[in-house]
């Protein structure tokens, strides 16, 4: 499967963006997908994820309230609406789809299969 990160670009605080993450080469309506972020010179973090029938959702703490995790599986495509962006949200975030199917996880080590990674930059 490969998965296709985009919706990145340069936004003034308090604005919104929101991510698309489309699929292709395999139906993921079965597995959970999350979204991922690595900010200049850390670790990569968790940000939000998702089971298939998005009955299942979890949100960081710190974007709890403000980012929205989503997905459409008629469109095999998975979505992060970002809004009242601060500065310390810039970041190249990435998507994922979990190993397994019925799977849902905030965990990197259970995703299998990665995007690109699109960037968020976030002005003052």
């Known amino acids: 499967v490969q998965l296709q990160a985009s919706g990145g670009g340069l936004v003034q605080a308090g604005n919104s963006l929101r991510l698309s993450c489309a699929a292709s080469g395999r139906n993921l309506s079965a597995y959970g997908m999350g979204w991922f972020r690595q900010a200049p010179g850390k670790e990569r973090e968790f940000v939000a994820t998702?089971?298939?029938?998005?009955?299942?959702?979890q949100h960081a703490d710190s974007v709890k309230g403000r980012f929205t995790i989503s997905r459409d599986n008629a469109k095999n495509t998975a979505y992060l609406q970002m809004n009242s962006l601060k500065r310390e949200d810039t970041a190249v975030y990435y998507c994922?789809?979990?190993?397994?199917?019925?799977?849902?996880?905030?965990?990197?080590?259970?995703?299998?299969?990665w995007g690109q990674g699109t960037l968020v930059t976030v002005s003052s």
């Open positions: 998702i089971s298939g029938d998005s009955k299942i959702i």
């Open positions: 994922a789809a979990t190993k397994h199917t019925y799977d849902v996880s905030m965990i990197e080590s259970d995703f299998g299969s």
